[in-house]
């Protein structure tokens, strides 16, 4: 099982979709069948809670389903989601209780999937991450404002740099294009099957 990570407008679903073609089964983060995403963007205070244990009851499915298949991509982990429902809570969109509440179905279920095989964190710089935010062209996210998506990367950097539940490889996208760009594509992938590479040989050592 591998969980490509990163921030909103990385490219996770980008890659997801190539590592499908290398032979991956997908299990897509449910965002353009997500009946919440769009209000959240509109009303943060009111829709916060319910968005975020959407997305939980979500990843706990796929993560059940993604148990069973051999060679899983998810473009999202439920470590992230941990990390944006806390940013909620630091901000004021959500409640404390609501945060208790989400906080205890978040431990309730980490504690019944399975940690992925390699989790691949995506970095970028927040310009670059507005800009193909923009270029995506997603109604709802593009009023959102810099500061936002600047304390959004803040956390995901905070908590990736010391996330220690399975392996993890570190790639910085800034000046690659690895949907258009077939030598961006092929450094990934190449970075990739070497992170798998000596993951076996650690195991074999």
């Known amino acids: 099982m591998l969980i490509i990570e990163g921030v909103v407008g990385v490219g996770k679903s980008s890659l997801m979709n190539i590592l499908v073609e290398e032979g991956f089964v997908s299990f897509p983060e449910p965002v353009l069948d997500n009946p919440i995403l769009g209000k959240f963007y509109d009303d943060r205070k009111r ?44 901000s004021g969109t959500m409640e404390p209780e609501e945060f208790g509440v989400y906080d205890a179905l978040y431990h309730t279920m980490i504690d019944e999937v399975r940690k992925p095989d390699l989790l ?5 710089s927040v310009d670059v991450a507005i800009k193909r935010i923009q270029k995506r062209g997603r109604d709802f996210e593009q009023a959102v404002e810099r500061s936002y ?32 760009n077939e030598d961006d594509r092929a450094y990934i992938l190449l970075r990739i099957q070497e992170a798998f590479e000596a993951m076996k040989a650690d195991q074999t050592a």
């Open 47 to 90: 829709y916060a809670f319910p968005l975020q244990v959407f997305f939980l009851a979500k990843r706990f499915e796929h993560l059940k389903a993604a148990a069973k298949v051999p060679n899983a991509v998810m473009d999202r982990s439920i470590y992230g989601d941990g990390i944006f429902a806390a940013m909620h809570k630091e």
């Open 120 to 124: 691949v964190y995506l970095q970028v």
């Open 149 to 180: 998506w600047e304390k959004l990367n803040e956390k995901y950097e905070d908590f990736f740099n010391t996330y220690d539940q399975s392996p993890i490889l570190m790639i910085n996208v800034d000046h690659l294009d690895f949907e258009a």
